[in-house]
């Protein structure tokens, strides 16, 4: 088995450990024996739709998130959309997330355009409001997921988006109905910094599967000694009051 794993905008959309995720599927594919190769995918750069399995988006600033978004309308953005409909696995983290939307309105009222590929979109309410900012748990399909979040926009998921969870804690996509995330399919979307996969290794092998079974049907990962990973998990819900058994 071997994985390719595109890791888009390392020099604007990385904040916040956001390059952890791919360091985090990297070695939970090693210590399984998957071969793993990953490439990084800048401004200007394309791809073939078959040639990803897993594409991570990190957060960035609005004015990296300027320039990712006009790439993304041109054929950057094409390689990305038609990698998610040959079946890659999409993750895009809050300034990722924003723009897997149909677009994100910043606090001087810019509109930058999305991929389109999930039903929402993102508002700044200006400098004046609150940014949503900390520690942030939220129920996911059964389990928890922890991260951090830091975002000025609020996301509004349109009525055919499905949220990747509730928030326990935290902001969430808006402050305001419980909704965190995104999912649609292979594509997901999630405020969740942290760096977010290591942490929640559940939630890093919910993709790695993904990944793994297109390239070969009923194919199996094999369990990890994830006790570290889980020790992390809990110390970040205790910083939320949250207290759970593994
Ligand atoms: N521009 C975004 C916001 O503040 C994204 C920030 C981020 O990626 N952390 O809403």
Not at 51 to 79: K, W
Not at 234 to 240: D, K, N, S, V
């Amino acid at each position: 088995m071997k994985l390719k794993i595109g890791y888009l905008y390392p020099d604007l959309m990385n904040i916040y450990a956001d390059r952890g995720n791919v360091e985090c599927l990297r070695r939970r594919c090693e210590w399984r024996g998957i071969a793993v190769d990953v490439r990084a995918i800048t401004v200007g750069v394309t791809f073939a739709p078959d040639e990803l399995d897993i594409i991570l988006l990190g957060g960035g600033q609005d004015r990296q998130q300027r320039a990712a978004s006009e790439d993304l309308q041109a054929a950057t953005g094409d390689s990305v959309r038609g990698a998610v409909e040959a079946g890659a696995v999409l993750l895009g983290i809050c300034g990722g997330y924003q723009l897997l939307g149909s677009a994100y309105i910043d606090a001087d009222g810019t509109e930058l355009i999305g991929l389109g590929l999930l039903d929402l979109e993102t508002w700044h309410p200006g400098f004046a409001a609150a940014r949503c900012i900390g520690n942030i748990a939220v129920d996911w399909e059964g389990g928890i997921l922890v991260g951090f979040e830091n975002h000025g926009g609020r996301t509004y998921p349109g009525p055919t988006a499905a949220p990747l969870g509730r928030v326990l804690a935290g902001g969430g996509n808006n402050a305001e109905d419980g909704t965190e995330g995104s999912v649609l399919d292979r594509v997901f979307g999630t405020y969740l910094h942290g760096s977010l996969l290591p942490k929640n290794p559940h939630f890093a092998d919910h993709l790695l599967g993904l990944a793994v079974e297109r390239r070969e049907a009923g194919y199996e990962l094999e369990p990890l000694d994830d006790a570290a990973e889980w020790a992390a998990h809990r110390a970040a819900l205790a910083l939320l009051g949250i207290r759970q058994g593994e």
